[in-house]
């Protein structure tokens, strides 16, 4: 993107938190959002990566496929990186609602600082 920071896809939490159905665009979509927070857990044999993401006006927790843990691991994707959801799923998850994406990096670095 050289350099340009990508404008966060204001309002896209709020869409997808009351489960629009199948014909709803915002499933077609690819928003752009910020991890502001990242964590390592214990799931299993392979580890998982909670997070926490905002679009700008809101927050959701996200638990992130193992496929994209080198990414964390390796640093390339950290709190304040913004990403760009290729695809999403939700799915629940110890009686919580959470966004599973499908992620390729759009920007490296701080939008702001985290909410």
């Known amino acids: 993107?050289?350099?340009?920071?990508?404008?966060?896809t204001t309002g896209?939490?709020?869409d997808i938190a009351s489960l629009p159905g199948q014909d709803n665009p915002v499933?077609?979509?690819?928003?752009?959002v910020q991890f502001v927070q990242?964590?390592?857990?214990?799931?299993?044999?392979?580890?998982?990566?909670?997070t926490v993401i905002s679009d700008g006006a809101h927050v959701?927790?996200?638990m992130v496929a193992t496929q994209h843990n080198p990414m964390f691991e390796n640093g390339e994707v950290k709190k304040g990186t913004i990403i760009?959801?290729?695809?999403f799923a939700i799915n629940k998850l110890q009686?919580?609602?959470?966004?599973v994406p499908e992620i390729s990096c759009a920007s490296?670095?701080?939008l702001t600082q985290p909410l």
Not at 1 to 8: K, R, T, V, Y
Not at 38 to 50: A, K, L, S
Not at 95 to 99: C, L, M, N, P
């Open 1 to 8: 993107m050289d350099g340009e920071i990508p404008q966060l």
């Open 12 to 14: 896209f939490l709020n």
């Open 27 to 32: 499933w077609s979509s690819s928003p752009i």
């Open 38 to 50: 990242t964590r390592p857990i214990e799931m299993g044999q392979q580890g998982r990566w909670r």
């Open 60 to 62: 959701m927790q996200a």
């Open 84 to 87: 760009r959801i290729a695809r």
């Open 95 to 99: 009686d919580r609602r959470w966004v």
């Open 108 to 110: 490296r670095g701080f």
